[in-house]
């Protein structure tokens, strides 16, 4: 069963604290991305990369990290420095990293920070 | 700035009847448009896309019309369906450059 993982689907956390999102795919994909999305706002990108061990910011990468150790996973840091990481978060991938490869999402987790 | 625009945030229309969605952008490097649709508490989902070398792309009930000169594009889904209820986000980009995304528009089908 071919797809994107995501875990958890909830997540809640103190301020101050750091938070680590999972995102799996085994699609055998080269480019992975990650989004947030706020309510009434389009999907905005955090960071990407297109090979392991290779990673770019997006339009809204402070206060996040990312890593990219294999292929099939990419997983997203919210640190203490995000001033507003309450969101849904979603991660994609596609083939080969250009517009015309279709991204494929994850369901997502929703990060709460009380 | 918002380099892609989806000024209406909700649409309904009964059922069996047209829904026509649409997009605006900005950029005019943007050769790519894609749609994707997304239920609740889930990922989005790749609808249909249009390069910009066409001005109509079909498949099956889902119409993607694009005007360059406009910098428009938009969604047609005919006839709709109640499954169809959803956000429409509208995308788009260039080459091996990031996607952009529209704000969404949510559809409401009526039975």
């Known amino acids: 069963d071919g797809g994107i993982t995501q875990s958890p689907k909830y997540l809640f956390r103190k301020e101050g604290q750091n938070v680590t999102l999972s995102c799996e795919q085994n699609l055998n994909h080269d480019a992975m991305y990650w989004y947030r999305q706020d309510p009434g706002q389009g999907l905005r990108l955090i960071y990407y990369s297109q090979i392991v061990n290779d990673f770019q910011k997006g339009d809204i990468a402070e206060g996040y990290s990312v890593s990219r150790e294999k292929k099939e996973s990419f997983p997203l840091t919210v640190t203490s420095a995000q001033k507003n990481p309450t969101a849904f978060y979603l991660c994609a991938s596609s083939s080969t990293g250009t517009v015309e490869d279709t991204q494929y999402f994850g369901p997502g987790t929703r990060l709460t920070v009380l | 700035d918002q380099q892609v625009k989806q000024n209406s945030p909700s649409l309904s229309v009964q059922e069996g009847r047209i829904s026509i969605l649409n997009c605006d952008y900005t950029?005019?490097?943007?050769?790519?448009f894609l749609w994707y649709k997304k239920y609740p508490a889930e990922g989005p989902t790749f609808l249909i896309s249009?390069?910009?070398?066409?001005d109509k792309n079909e498949d099956g009930r889902f119409t993607v019309f694009l005007n360059k000169s406009a910098k428009h594009l938009s969604l047609h889904i005919v006839p709709s369906q109640p499954g169809d209820s959803a956000v429409y986000f509208c995308?788009?980009?260039?080459?091996?450059?990031?996607?952009?995304f529209g704000t969404g528009t949510r559809l409401t089908v009526i039975p």
């Open positions: 950029n005019s490097m943007f050769d790519y």
């Open positions: 249009i390069s910009s070398i066409k």
């Open positions: 995308a788009a980009g260039a080459g091996a450059n990031n996607l952009f």
